[in-house]
C-alpha cells in the first residue's frame, strides 16, 4: 500500500484522474510545501551568491566562498544536469542541511569514555580560507564552523589530482593528549531529492546512488534516473575505506516517499558501533585512529566519470581500482559451486572468511582472457559471511555474501511455513479470512489478525494478498499435494467469492481488504484497544469492498493462472474444475482490472507480467476470442506508455515496480524505443556490487511505512523490487545474450528475492539496511509480490564468456572433453538457458537433473527426473516455441506447442540436434 499521489504523469494523461486524486495530489503538495516552510523560517547560514568556479575531471565545480562546500557539480558533456542539489541551493542554505564538502567527526581523548560529536554542518560559521597555492584549487580551515572545543585542526582542500578532482581532509592532532577518532563521516550529497517533479524532470535533473561498502576497494555510483551517462564515481584515494553507510537523519531537507535522505561515507565506524549500534553485526569491523600530539591524518576521495552504468567496472580498472565479479553472485545456496573473479593492480597477500566456517574459497587459476584470477566459493554456514583480500600494496577488499540453504530446501521450508505457521483457520471470523494464508509476525511468532493498515491482515493488497500470493507461486516452482489441498480450499472458499467477487455488478473484482474497522458493526472487543484505528489506512466496510485498485488484480490473476497450470498440466494435483475454468477466471480477472479500476490501471502493475503469460496461454489454448480481447485491451494500455517519455507511473511520485510490466508489454508490441528506455531506468536504480544486499537489489525506500512492522523511510534490501524487476532485465538478457551484466543484475534480483527468507522458512518485507538495524523486518508484509518474481525468473543459465570462460547461474558446471555438464541446481529445475545456441529450454511439468551441450557437434542432451505421482510426461519448449532451432532424435507427440515426453521411473535422456 502506497500514499496516494499522481502528480508525476503528464498533463495529456492527468485527464483520465478521479477527483479523488487531485484533491490527495494538493494535500501531498501542500505538506512537503508546509515542511520546506519550516526550513525557510529558521535563518539562513550560508551566502550562497559567491561562488568559486573550476574545471577540472571532466566536471565544471562550483564551490560556496563561506563554507567550501559544492554549489555546482555538473559534467562538462552535459551542463544543463548537476549532480548535487544546486537548485534548492537558497532553501538548504542554513543550519543542519548537508552538503557535499561536510565532515561529521566523534573523537575522545586519552582514557576517556565517551564520545563528543562535531559536525561542519550543525551550526554554520565561515570557514578561514588558506591562502591560494599551485598545490590545490582552493583550501580552508574548517575548525570555526565545526567549534571551539575540537582538539584538532581539519583541514579541506579541493585538488586537481593527476587529472581528476579530488578532494583532501587533513587532521592534525593540536592538543596535548592522544586523540582517538572513532567516527569519521563524509556526507554523501548529491541530487536525490524529488520534491515537486514530473516524472520526465526527475529522470532527466536527478539521480540515486548506491554504496559499495567494501573497504578501500568500495566507492559510491551516482547515476541518473534515465540511466543514461555519464555515471559519477566517488573513489576512496588515501584513508578512505568505505567501512559504514550511515544514513544522516540529522538532515532537515524533509524524507518521505520523494526523499530517501542522504548518508555518510564512513571510515572510521568504532564510536558508533560502541553505542547506538551495539547490538549489531556490521558489515565490516569498525576501527578508530589514535593521533598523538601534533601527528597528522589525510582522507582524500577521488571523482571520475564512468561513461554509463554498464561501464562502471571497466573504469574502475583503468584506475587501478580492485574490481570483483561473483558468479552466480553473493547469495550462495550451499549446493552451488560459486565463482569470484578479482582483478587488482595488486598481488592477492591474504585472505580470510568472517566467520570461519562461512564459506571456502579456493583458486583456480586464470580465467580465459587471463585478466581475472579465479576462485571456486561453497557456502558452508547459513547466514552473513565476510571475505576480507588484503593486498600486497596494503590495500583491503571485503565482499559481503550471504549463504543460503539449497534452493529446493528454501523453497520447500517457505512452503511449509506459509501453509502452516501462517495458515489461519477460524470459521467465527467475522471478516471470512478463514482458510487463508495471513500475514505473520516473525518478532511474536504470531499471525497478524490486526493492525491499524487494513490491507495487512486483509489478504488483499501487496502487503496482505502477499502470504497466500507467494504460496500459490511455490507450487508453479516446486508442487507439493499437501500444500495444494490447503491451497485449494483457499482458492474455492475464501478467494473466489471473498476477496473476489464472484457475483453481482461487481463479479470479478477484487476487494481493497478483508478486514476493515467499523467498531459499531461488531461485538465489543473485536478490536484491541492497542491498536491504533484513528488513521487514514482503518478502512471502513465501504473502503474495503471497494474494487478501485487495480494493484489487486495481478495477485488475483495470478492465482487463477497457477490453478489452470497445475489443472492443465500435472495429475492429483487440482481437479475440483476444468482447467479451462481457471483460465477464463484469469482472463476475466484482467477485464475487470481495466473496467472496474480504470485509473490505477493506467500504469505499470507490478506483477503485470501475469497478464502476458495468460495472454500466451490463451492463445496457445486456441481460445482466440478471449486472447483477441485480452491482447486489445492491453494494446491501448501500452498505447498511453508509448506516448510517454518516461512512462512509469503509479500512485507514487516515482516508483520501481511499474517498468516491469511497461517493459513486457512495451516489447511484446514492438515498442522498442520504450522499451530501452524502461530497461536503462531499471539499470539506474538495480546496481551489481560485491555485496549481497545492494547486488540486484531495485531501489525501494518507502514500503515499510506502507507493509513493514518497523516503519519507516529506509533503503529497503531485497524488497519485492529485486525479483519483479529482474523479469525485464532477465528477458533483455535473452535478446542480448553477449551482455553478461544483464544477466548478472538479473539473477543477482532473482537470488535477492530469497535471501531473506529464514531458516525455518519465513518470507519477510525486506532487509533493514541501516547500520543501528541490519536484519528483516518483522512483517511478512508485500513479500510474495517478489516472490511472484522469483517464480517467474525460476531458470539456469549456461553461459560462455569472452572474459570469464564458462560459468553456471543455478547450477554447476563441469567440462570434459567436448561435452559442458550442466547440473541444475535452482528451485523449479524447469526452465535452462544455453548459452552458446541462445536457446531457453522450458518445461511446463517436470523437471531437469542435467543438461549436457557438446561444443564440436552442438548436440544437446537432456536428463529429465523420474516420473512421479502427480507428472508423468514433460511438456518440452524451446524459445517460447517448438523445433525452431533444434529437434529431438526421437518423435514425439505435440501438445500446445509444446513437445510432450512420456517419463520413466528413472532418470531419461533425449538428445537434441540442429
Do not use: C
Given at each position: 500500500?502506497?500514499?496516494?499521489?499522481?502528480?508525476?504523469?503528464?498533463?495529456?494523461?492527468?485527464?483520465?484522474?478521479?477527483?479523488?486524486?487531485?484533491?490527495?495530489?494538493?494535500?501531498?503538495?501542500?505538506?512537503?510545501?508546509?515542511?520546506?516552510?519550516?526550513?525557510?523560517?529558521?535563518?539562513?547560514?550560508?551566502?550562497?551568491?559567491?561562488?568559486?568556479?573550476?574545471?577540472?575531471?571532466?566536471?565544471?565545480?562550483?564551490?560556496?566562498?563561506?563554507?567550501?562546500?559544492?554549489?555546482?557539480?555538473?559534467?562538462?558533456?552535459?551542463?544543463?544536469?548537476?549532480?548535487?542539489?544546486?537548485?534548492?541551493?537558497?532553501?538548504?542554505?542554513?543550519?543542519?542541511?548537508?552538503?557535499?564538502?561536510?565532515?561529521?567527526?566523534?573523537?575522545?581523548?586519552?582514557?576517556?569514555?565517551?564520545?563528543?560529536?562535531?559536525?561542519?554542518?550543525?551550526?554554520?560559521?565561515?570557514?578561514?580560507?588558506?591562502?591560494?597555492?599551485?598545490?590545490y584549487l582552493?583550501?580552508?580551515?574548517?575548525?570555526?564552523?565545526?567549534?571551539?572545543?575540537?582538539?584538532?585542526?581539519?583541514?579541506?582542500?579541493?585538488?586537481?589530482?593527476?587529472?581528476?578532482?579530488?578532494?583532501?581532509?587533513?587532521?592534525v592532532?593540536?592538543?596535548?593528549?592522544?586523540?582517538?577518532?572513532?567516527?569519521?563521516?563524509?556526507?554523501?550529497?548529491?541530487?536525490?531529492?524529488?520534491?515537486?517533479?514530473?516524472?520526465?524532470?526527475?529522470?532527466?535533473?536527478?539521480?540515486?546512488?548506491?554504496?559499495?561498502?567494501?573497504q578501500?576497494?568500495?566507492?559510491?555510483?551516482?547515476?541518473r534516473?534515465?540511466?543514461?551517462?555519464?555515471?559519477?564515481?566517488?573513489?576512496?584515494?588515501?584513508?578512505?575505506?568505505?567501512?559504514?553507510?550511515?544514513?544522516?537523519?540529522?538532515?532537515?531537507?524533509?524524507?518521505?516517499?520523494?526523499?530517501?535522505?542522504?548518508?555518510?561515507?564512513?571510515?572510521?565506524?568504532?564510536?558508533?558501533?560502541?553505542?547506538?549500534?551495539?547490538?549489531?553485526?556490521?558489515?565490516?569491523?569498525?576501527?578508530?585512529?589514535?593521533?598523538?600530539?601534533?601527528?597528522?591524518?589525510s582522507?582524500?576521495?577521488?571523482?571520475?566519470?564512468?561513461?554509463?552504468?554498464?561501464?562502471?567496472?571497466?573504469?574502475?580498472?583503468?584506475?587501478?581500482?580492485?574490481?570483483?565479479?561473483?558468479?552466480?553472485?553473493?547469495?550462495?545456496?550451499?549446493?552451488?559451486e560459486?565463482?569470484?573473479?578479482?582483478?587488482?593492480?595488486?598481488?592477492?597477500?591474504?585472505?580470510?572468511?568472517?566467520?570461519?566456517?562461512?564459506?571456502?574459497?579456493?583458486?583456480?587459476?586464470?580465467?580465459?582472457?587471463?585478466?581475472?584470477?579465479?576462485?571456486?566459493?561453497?557456502?558452508?554456514?547459513?547466514?552473513?559471511?565476510?571475505?576480507?583480500?588484503?593486498?600486497?600494496?596494503?590495500?583491503?577488499?571485503?565482499?559481503?555474501?550471504?549463504?543460503?540453504?539449497?534452493?529446493?530446501?528454501?523453497?520447500?521450508?517457505?512452503?511449509?511455513?506459509?501453509?502452516?505457521?501462517?495458515?489461519?483457520?477460524?470459521?467465527?471470523?467475522?471478516?471470512?479470512?478463514?482458510?487463508?494464508v495471513?500475514?505473520?509476525?516473525?518478532?511474536?511468532?504470531?499471525?497478524?489478525?490486526?493492525?491499524?493498515?487494513?490491507?495487512?491482515?486483509?489478504?488483499?493488497?501487496?502487503?496482505?494478498?502477499?502470504?497466500?500470493?507467494?504460496?500459490?507461486?511455490?507450487q508453479?516452482?516446486?508442487?507439493?499435494?499437501?500444500?495444494?489441498?490447503?491451497?485449494?480450499?483457499?482458492?474455492?472458499?475464501?478467494?473466489?467469492?471473498?476477496?473476489?467477487?464472484?457475483?453481482?455488478?461487481?463479479?470479478?473484482?477484487?476487494r481493497?481488504?478483508?478486514?476493515?474497522?467499523?467498531?459499531?458493526?461488531?461485538?465489543?472487543?473485536?478490536?484491541?484497544?492497542?491498536?491504533?484505528?484513528?488513521t487514514?489506512?482503518?478502512?471502513?466496510?465501504e473502503?474495503?469492498?471497494?474494487?478501485?485498485?487495480?494493484?489487486n488484480?495481478?495477485?488475483?490473476?495470478?492465482?487463477h493462472?497457477?490453478?489452470?497450470?497445475?489443472?492443465?498440466?500435472?495429475?492429483?494435483?487440482?481437479?475440483?474444475?476444468?482447467?479451462?475454468?481457471?483460465?477464463?477466471?484469469?482472463?476475466?480477472?484482467?477485464?475487470?482490472?481495466?473496467?472496474?479500476?480504470?485509473?490505477?490501471?493506467?500504469?505499470?502493475?507490478?506483477?503485470?507480467?501475469?497478464?502476458?503469460?495468460?495472454?500466451?496461454?490463451?492463445?496457445?489454448?486456441?481460445?482466440?476470442k478471449?486472447?483477441?480481447?485480452?491482447?486489445?485491451?492491453?494494446?491501448?494500455?501500452?498505447?498511453?506508455?508509448?506516448?510517454?517519455?518516461?512512462?512509469?507511473?503509479?500512485?507514487?511520485?516515482w516508483?520501481?515496480?511499474?517498468?516491469?510490466?511497461?517493459?513486457?508489454?512495451?516489447d511484446?508490441?514492438?515498442?522498442?524505443?520504450?522499451?530501452?528506455?524502461?530497461?536503462?531506468?531499471?539499470?539506474?536504480?538495480?546496481?551489481?556490487?560485491?555485496?549481497?544486499g545492494?547486488?540486484?537489489?531495485?531501489?525501494?525506500?518507502?514500503?515499510f511505512?506502507?507493509?513493514?512492522?518497523?516503519?519507516?523511510?529506509?533503503?529497503?534490501?531485497?524488497?519485492?523490487?529485486?525479483?519483479?524487476?529482474?523479469?525485464?532485465?532477465?528477458?533483455?538478457?535473452?535478446?542480448?545474450?553477449?551482455?553478461?551484466?544483464?544477466?548478472?543484475?538479473?539473477?543477482?534480483?532473482?537470488?535477492?528475492?530469497?535471501s531473506?527468507?529464514?531458516?525455518?522458512?519465513?518470507?519477510?518485507?525486506?532487509?533493514?539496511?541501516?547500520?543501528?538495524?541490519?536484519?528483516?523486518?518483522?512483517?511478512?508484509?508485500?513479500?510474495?509480490?517478489?516472490?511472484?518474481?522469483?517464480?517467474?525468473?525460476?531458470?539456469?543459465?549456461?553461459?560462455?564468456?569472452?572474459?570469464?570462460?564458462?560459468?553456471?547461474?543455478?547450477?554447476?558446471?563441469?567440462?570434459?572433453?567436448?561435452?559442458?555438464?550442466?547440473?541444475?541446481?535452482?528451485?523449479?529445475?524447469?526452465?535452462?538457458?544455453?548459452?552458446?545456441?541462445?536457446?531457453?529450454?522450458?518445461?511446463?511439468?517436470?523437471?531437469?537433473?542435467?543438461?549436457h551441450?557438446?561444443?564440436?557437434?552442438?548436440?544437446?542432451?537432456?536428463?529429465?527426473?523420474?516420473?512421479?505421482?502427480?507428472?508423468?510426461?514433460?511438456?518440452?519448449?524451446?524459445n517460447?516455441?517448438?523445433?525452431?532451432?533444434?529437434?529431438?532424435?526421437?518423435?514425439?507427440?505435440i501438445?500446445?506447442?509444446?513437445?510432450?515426453?512420456?517419463l520413466?521411473?528413472?532418470?531419461?535422456?533425449?538428445?537434441?540436434?540442429?
Amino acid at each position: 500500500m502506497k500514499f496516494r499521489s499522481d502528480f508525476f504523469l503528464k498533463s495529456a494523461h492527468r485527464s483520465a484522474f478521479l477527483s479523488l486524486s487531485l484533491l490527495l495530489i494538493v494535500v501531498f503538495q501542500s505538506r512537503s510545501q508546509n515542511i520546506w516552510s519550516r526550513i525557510e523560517n529558521r535563518n539562513q547560514t550560508l551566502n550562497v551568491a559567491n561562488q568559486t568556479e573550476f574545471n577540472v575531471g571532466g566536471l565544471r565545480l562550483k564551490i560556496l566562498d563561506e563554507s567550501q562546500t559544492v554549489a555546482e557539480l555538473r559534467p562538462n558533456a552535459d551542463l544543463a544536469f548537476d549532480f548535487v542539489p544546486s537548485e534548492l541551493l537558497e532553501i538548504r542554505s542554513r543550519d543542519s542541511l548537508y552538503h557535499l564538502g561536510d565532515v561529521n567527526i566523534m573523537l575522545r581523548n586519552k582514557n576517556e569514555k565517551d564520545w563528543i560529536k562535531f559536525s561542519t554542518a550543525k551550526e554554520r560559521r565561515s570557514v578561514n580560507p588558506l591562502v591560494q597555492s599551485r598545490e590545490y584549487l582552493s583550501g580552508s580551515i574548517l575548525n570555526p564552523t565545526l567549534g571551539d572545543d575540537l582538539p584538532v585542526e581539519i583541514r579541506r582542500f579541493w585538488e586537481d589530482k593527476d587529472g581528476l578532482l579530488s578532494m583532501r581532509f587533513e587532521i592534525v592532532n593540536k592538543s596535548q593528549s592522544d586523540v582517538e577518532i572513532g567516527y569519521l563521516g563524509f556526507p554523501m550529497v548529491f541530487d536525490n531529492i524529488l520534491h515537486r517533479k514530473n516524472l520526465e524532470e526527475a529522470h532527466l535533473q536527478k539521480v540515486f546512488y548506491d554504496p559499495y561498502i567494501g573497504q578501500d576497494a568500495g566507492y559510491l555510483q551516482v547515476v541518473r534516473l534515465s540511466g543514461k551517462g555519464p555515471v559519477l564515481l566517488v573513489l576512496p584515494d588515501e584513508n578512505a575505506g568505505f567501512e559504514a553507510y550511515n544514513p544522516l537523519l540529522d538532515d532537515l531537507t524533509p524524507r518521505s516517499i520523494t526523499f530517501e535522505g542522504f548518508h555518510d561515507w564512513v571510515v572510521h565506524s568504532k564510536a558508533l558501533a560502541e553505542t547506538e549500534w551495539e547490538n549489531v553485526t556490521p558489515w565490516n569491523s569498525p576501527t578508530s585512529i589514535h593521533l598523538e600530539p601534533g601527528a597528522k591524518r589525510s582522507v582524500s576521495f577521488k571523482f571520475v566519470l564512468a561513461e554509463d552504468v554498464k561501464g562502471i567496472e571497466k573504469t574502475l580498472i583503468s584506475h587501478h581500482r580492485p574490481v570483483a565479479v561473483g558468479i552466480p553472485g553473493y547469495v550462495i545456496p550451499m549446493d552451488v559451486e560459486g565463482k569470484l573473479f578479482l582483478n587488482s593492480p595488486s598481488a592477492i597477500k591474504e585472505m580470510f572468511v568472517e566467520p570461519e566456517n562461512g564459506i571456502e574459497i579456493n583458486k583456480v587459476g586464470k580465467s580465459k582472457s587471463g585478466k581475472w584470477t579465479e576462485f571456486q566459493v561453497n557456502g558452508k554456514s547459513w547466514g552473513r559471511s565476510r571475505l576480507t583480500i588484503e593486498y600486497e600494496n596494503g590495500e583491503k577488499q571485503t565482499i559481503h555474501y550471504n549463504v543460503i540453504k539449497a534452493e529446493t530446501d528454501v523453497i520447500a521450508d517457505f512452503g511449509r511455513f506459509l501453509t502452516h505457521e501462517q495458515w489461519y483457520e477460524n470459521d467465527q471470523d467475522l471478516f471470512g479470512r478463514h482458510q487463508s494464508v495471513i500475514s505473520y509476525d516473525i518478532e511474536e511468532n504470531a499471525q497478524v489478525l490486526e493492525d491499524n493498515r487494513a490491507w495487512i491482515p486483509g489478504l488483499s493488497d501487496e502487503a496482505g494478498a502477499g502470504s497466500w500470493l507467494a504460496a500459490m507461486m511455490k507450487q508453479v516452482v516446486n508442487p507439493e499435494k499437501g500444500e495444494m489441498e490447503k491451497l485449494s480450499v483457499f482458492y474455492h472458499e475464501t478467494l473466489w467469492g471473498g476477496i473476489q467477487y464472484s457475483e453481482g455488478p461487481k463479479k470479478y473484482g477484487v476487494r481493497k481488504s478483508m478486514f476493515y474497522y467499523e467498531p459499531e458493526k461488531f461485538p465489543e472487543g473485536t478490536y484491541s484497544k492497542d491498536v491504533n484505528y484513528s488513521t487514514w489506512a482503518a478502512w471502513d466496510q465501504e473502503q474495503a469492498e471497494s474494487t478501485v485498485r487495480s494493484y489487486n488484480y495481478p495477485h488475483v490473476a495470478a492465482a487463477h493462472w497457477v490453478m489452470y497450470r497445475l489443472s492443465r498440466y500435472h495429475k492429483n494435483l487440482v481437479d475440483q474444475k476444468p482447467w479451462d475454468w481457471y483460465l477464463e477466471n484469469a482472463y476475466h480477472t484482467a477485464v475487470a482490472m481495466v473496467e472496474q479500476a480504470p485509473h490505477y490501471a493506467q500504469y505499470g502493475q507490478m506483477e503485470g507480467t501475469i497478464f502476458l503469460m495468460i495472454l500466451k496461454d490463451l492463445q496457445r489454448e486456441g481460445m482466440n476470442k478471449m486472447a483477441g480481447d485480452l491482447e486489445e485491451l492491453m494494446k491501448k494500455r501500452t498505447d498511453v506508455w508509448a506516448a510517454l517519455s518516461y512512462p512509469f507511473g503509479s500512485e507514487m511520485p516515482w516508483d520501481s515496480t511499474g517498468q516491469e510490466e511497461v517493459y513486457m508489454w512495451s516489447d511484446y508490441f514492438g515498442f522498442h524505443e520504450k522499451s530501452e528506455v524502461t530497461l536503462n531506468a531499471i539499470l539506474a536504480y538495480m546496481p551489481t556490487v560485491p555485496h549481497w544486499g545492494y547486488n540486484g537489489s531495485a531501489r525501494r525506500y518507502w514500503d515499510f511505512v506502507y507493509g513493514g512492522k518497523l516503519r519507516r523511510i529506509e533503503r529497503q534490501l531485497h524488497h519485492y523490487g529485486s525479483a519483479l524487476n529482474s523479469i525485464p532485465v532477465l528477458s533483455a538478457y535473452h535478446k542480448n545474450p553477449e551482455d553478461l551484466y544483464l544477466l548478472r543484475v538479473g539473477y543477482g534480483g532473482v537470488l535477492g528475492g530469497i535471501s531473506n527468507i529464514t531458516q525455518k522458512g519465513f518470507g519477510p518485507a525486506a532487509f533493514h539496511s541501516f547500520p543501528n538495524t541490519l536484519k528483516i523486518d518483522g512483517y511478512s508484509g508485500d513479500y510474495g509480490s517478489g516472490f511472484f518474481g522469483y517464480a517467474v525468473n525460476s531458470r539456469s543459465y549456461l553461459v560462455l564468456d569472452d572474459e570469464l570462460g564458462w560459468v553456471g547461474f543455478g547450477g554447476n558446471v563441469k567440462v570434459e572433453k567436448d561435452w559442458v555438464k550442466f547440473e541444475i541446481k535452482n528451485a523449479s529445475r524447469s526452465a535452462v538457458w544455453i548459452g552458446p545456441e541462445k536457446m531457453l529450454l522450458e518445461l511446463d511439468a517436470g523437471t531437469f537433473e542435467r543438461v549436457h551441450y557438446n561444443t564440436k557437434t552442438k548436440e544437446i542432451e537432456l536428463i529429465f527426473s523420474p516420473k512421479s505421482s502427480f507428472v508423468d510426461k514433460v511438456y518440452l519448449r524451446q524459445n517460447d516455441k517448438i523445433g525452431n532451432i533444434y529437434k529431438p532424435d526421437t518423435q514425439f507427440p505435440i501438445q500446445n506447442g509444446a513437445y510432450v515426453v512420456e517419463l520413466k521411473n528413472e532418470n531419461l535422456t533425449i538428445r537434441l540436434k540442429k
